[in-house]
């Protein structure tokens, strides 16, 4: 299972929303990355590079997978696991029981 990201929701928005008030202040959007990863404390530049990409994403102006179709592939992964590991159980009980009508009865 991945584990949950060290940053804040609220703190991943706000430096996605202080890159695009910045950018205009710095020759490349790296810089201005760089600038916000600074300023709030942030391990990478490129940590904040895959936020800001997200976010184009999810607001539709970049091609690729958005966070609800992520969370949607993962979800049916996850029932799709269950219901393979259900299925298992009911064929090792289906060939039990069918094992037991092939045996002749006998009274005692």
Do not use: H
Not at 67 to 75: F, G, L, M, P, W
């Amino acid at each position: 299972m991945a584990r949950s990201s060290q940053y804040p929701l609220e703190l991943r928005r706000c430096a996605v929303r202080m890159v695009a008030e910045v950018r205009p202040d710095y020759d490349t959007e790296w810089a201005a990355m760089k600038a916000v990863v600074q300023k709030l404390g942030i391990g990478t530049t490129e940590t904040l590079r895959k936020w800001v990409r997200q976010d184009e994403i999810d607001a539709g102006t970049r091609p690729g997978t958005t966070t609800q179709e992520s969370a949607q592939v993962k979800a049916m992964k996850r029932e799709i696991a269950e219901l393979k590991r259900a299925n298992g159980i009911l064929k090792a009980a289906a060939s039990f029981f069918a094992a037991g009508l092939d045996r002749p009865y006998t009274r005692s």
